[in-house]
């Protein structure tokens, strides 16, 4: 065999779903990434999902968010200029070196004054990691569905949580709601 080819025996699997989530845990958005989940496609789909600078939240939680930057800069990508990206607090804490002061001065969750109030997080920055899980779930019953069954699979049960999840934060006495779309896209026909 020739160096750096190797055979593959089975199907070619997905490397992860990667999911865009509001804080309170309604999922905006899913992409299904192959390979790896390189920071170049992470921030192609953050871009698919917030296509303006404008419309890109004031705080974008990622647990590569450290990569994602040094990426930004080496492209010379501006699109993420005005949003804070704080890593989530488990890999913080679990997965970047406190040596690595690049990433102790500009992405620590806790130097962001809005995710934080006192001694306590305002923000559950985990819930994409919570909700992995609970989509990891669905690994066995996916893996040998062809393409379009897989991703409307995946599509129903993501419509499916995010009704639960509001439903939930409804009964809790949130009030979660939707932008109308002539709000977004005023010279678009109303269907």
């Not at 600078?53 to 005005?82: K, Q, S, W």
């Not at 019953?141 to 995010?162: G, Q, S």
């Not at 509001?166 to 977004?184: D, E, F, M, N, T």
């Amino acid at each position: 065999m020739k160096p750096g080819i190797r055979a593959r025996f089975g199907q070619r699997r997905t490397h992860n779903e990667q999911l865009i989530q509001r804080p309170c845990g309604v999922i905006l958005s899913r992409a299904t990434l192959f390979g790896s989940e390189a920071v170049s496609g992470v921030k192609e789909h953050i871009k698919a999902v917030f296509p303006t600078p404008e419309a890109m939240p004031e705080i974008f939680i990622y647990d590569n968010n450290c990569r994602l930057r040094e990426h930004l800069l080496a492209v010379g990508d501006t699109h993420f200029a005005n949003t804070g990206l704080p890593v989530d607090v488990f890999h913080f804490k679990a997965k970047h070196r406190i040596t690595d002061t690049q990433c102790q001065l500009h992405y620590n969750p806790a130097a962001f004054p809005d995710l934080v109030e006192g001694d306590k997080w305002r923000v559950n920055t985990s819930i994409c990691e919570e909700t992995n899980a609970w989509l990891g779930g669905f690994l066995a019953i996916v893996r040998e569905m062809e393409a379009v069954r897989y991703t409307f699979f995946l599509d129903e049960m993501i419509k499916r949580r995010n009704r639960w999840t509001v439903a939930q934060l409804k009964r809790r006495g949130y009030c979660p709601w939707r932008i109308p779309i002539s709000s977004l896209f005023p010279d678009s026909p109303v269907c």
